[in-house]
């Protein structure tokens, strides 16, 4: 599959280095923009306050599937009004959107080859990117959680404060299992 990853930093350049080892085309973009004309998939992965400025930085994104890994930290807020940054990327794109990999500690990407059992990932997004996002979440080494439709992102956005809290409470950078019990 062509991705193209839009953020060159540990969440970006981290997943993008576990996608090109399980064979995919990955196209990296920095501060200074690009094209994602030819990419079936792309990655968001650049600061939360720095949505707006990243996507109008790249071209033909139009109708792409987009998988958005941004946080929002220290009060920031999502753009034009909306209550999570992927309902904005949605509003730019006008493509499949999901709010994905913005709850696992990139710090353990190198890592995830190792785990006993595949980490979740939680994900929030359109129907339409369920196959895409559950494919390249086995292809970095997890299992795909959905959360909800598109509306859930701004929750999961929240759940970033939640996860930092409990690894600077003790725990430390961690991966999360949620299972059924079936698969227990």
């Known amino acids: 599959m062509n991705i193209t990853v839009i953020g060159r930093g540990n969440i970006g350049g981290g997943l993008a280095d576990l996608w090109e080892r399980a064979g995919h085309q990955v ?3 920095g501060r200074d923009g690009g094209d994602a004309g030819a990419a079936e998939a792309v990655l968001l992965a650049v600061p939360g306050s720095a949505v707006e400025a990243a996507l109008s930085s790249v071209v033909g ?12 930290y220290g009060g920031a807020r999502p753009p034009a009004g909306l209550s999570s940054n992927a309902e904005y990327v949605k509003s730019v794109t006008g493509g499949p959107t999901a709010k994905a990999f913005s709850t696992n500690f990139a710090s353990l990407y190198g890592r995830i080859a190792d785990a006993r059992v ?67």
């Open 118 to 184: 595949r980490p979740s990932n939680l994900w929030a997004g359109d129907d339409d990117a369920k196959d895409l996002v559950s494919r390249l979440s086995l292809d970095a080494g997890f299992e795909a959680v959905r959360m909800g439709d598109l509306s859930m992102a701004a929750t999961q956005e929240g759940l970033t404060s939640a996860f930092f809290g409990i690894a600077q409470s003790g725990l430390g950078e961690f991966v999360y299992r949620m299972s059924s019990p079936e698969q227990l």
């Open 27 to 29: 196209t990296r973009l």
């Open 61 to 72: 994104l139009a109708g792409k599937t987009v998988l958005d890994a941004t946080n929002l």
